[in-house]
């Protein structure tokens, strides 16, 4: 039998070139995407247009470059997103640009004093995890008490059985409180130990790498834990800053982006981060989802190689 190209084969086999084209094309975006998740990115370094009223502007500049899921802040809890407190029309402009949000970041704050209506909103776009940065225990030189991080845990396991009840799983980041030390371990793996299994699962927040917290290290550790990450890349090497002023104990609280550590940050691929390996273990995990949070310009270059990336 004489040998033919493949286009030759689908030609005599009744089978369009261009189908076969689109076929493998979109075989090869859900290969390429790590664990074939979708690429999402977290909103919040870009609030400043959401305040703006330039919501759906940033949908389709996300959209553009590749990006399918969005995380937001609470419209109630966070002050640059108040405009997306309608959550129909929310929930509108998100699907108009092709996107959809299945999780958000909630302040304690607002679960504490009315959660039902944190959870109300969040149904109605059509979300499926609350997620708290911080749960914001005292820390006095970067230690707390045994005390304030069972206190902080009981009531975090109160505020998920109210969400698993509706439905709705809370999920809780890795920031300040969290990188703490008490009684000589971190705060962080006390609470692995303190917050029930089933209402409270974790998100991992990659630039903690700083901190000595290393993704796919806690992934393997925690399996079944983890049911997020946010994704930013890290260059351990590169020489550290100097330290920064002690900080204005009279200046107001606000969200912290904690863990950086004074390394710079790089578009994910171009840090020290092993990203194979961290996606390997975030599979081991669980982790259902994960978002980019970095600069504008970062984000671009971080969702090009993830587009690339095969897992």
């Known amino acids: 039998m004489a040998d033919i190209s493949r286009r030759d084969f689908f030609k005599q086999a009744g089978i ?6 689109v076929v493998a094309a979109t075989a090869s975006r859900l290969y390429a995407n790590p664990l074939g998740l979708p690429i999402g990115s977290q909103t919040y370094p870009h609030r400043a247009m959401i305040a703006d009223g330039k919501f759906a502007d940033l949908l389709k500049q996300m959209k553009d470059i590749g990006i399918e899921r969005i995380e937001l802040c609470s419209a109630i809890g966070y002050k640059e997103f108040s405009k997306l407190e309608d959550p129909k029309e929310t929930k509108k402009i998100i699907g108009d640009h092709g996107l959809k949000c299945e999780s958000a970041h909630f302040s ?7 959660q039902q209506k944190s959870i109300d909103w969040a149904k109605e776009i059509g979300m499926k995890q609350m997620i708290t940065a911080s749960l914001g225990g005292p820390v006095t030189d970067g230690t707390t008490t045994m005390d304030a991080v069972k206190k902080a845990a009981d ?3 109160k505020i998920g059985e109210v969400a698993a009840k509706a439905g709705i799983q809370q999920g809780l980041h890795n920031e300040g409180f969290e990188l703490a030390m008490v009684d000589g371990k971190r705060v962080y793996d006390t609470l692995f130990e303190l917050l029930d299994p089933k209402l409270v699962k974790f998100q991992f927040q990659m630039s903690t790498v700083t901190s000595g917290l290393v993704g796919a290290d806690y992934f393997t550790k925690y399996p079944g834990r983890f049911i997020s990450m946010h994704v930013q890349d890290v260059d351990m090497n590169a020489p550290l800053p100097p330290p920064p002023p002690p900080p204005d104990p009279n200046a107001p609280a606000g969200r ?3 863990g950086r550590g004074g390394r710079p940050q790089k578009p994910v691929g171009q840090g020290t981060i092993d990203w194979v390996k961290t996606f390997k273990a975030a599979k081991t995990a669980g982790v259902k989802n994960y978002f980019v949070e970095q600069s504008w310009d970062l984000t671009k270059e971080s969702v090009a190689f993830l ?5």
Request: glycine share 16%.
């Open 16 to 21: 369009d070139a261009a189908v076969v084209g």
């Open 108 to 114: 304690m704050r607002e679960l504490r004093d009315g």
């Open 155 to 157: 009531e975090y396991n």
């Open 256 to 258: 912290g982006r904690g």
């Open 307 to 311: 587009k690339s990336l095969k897992v």
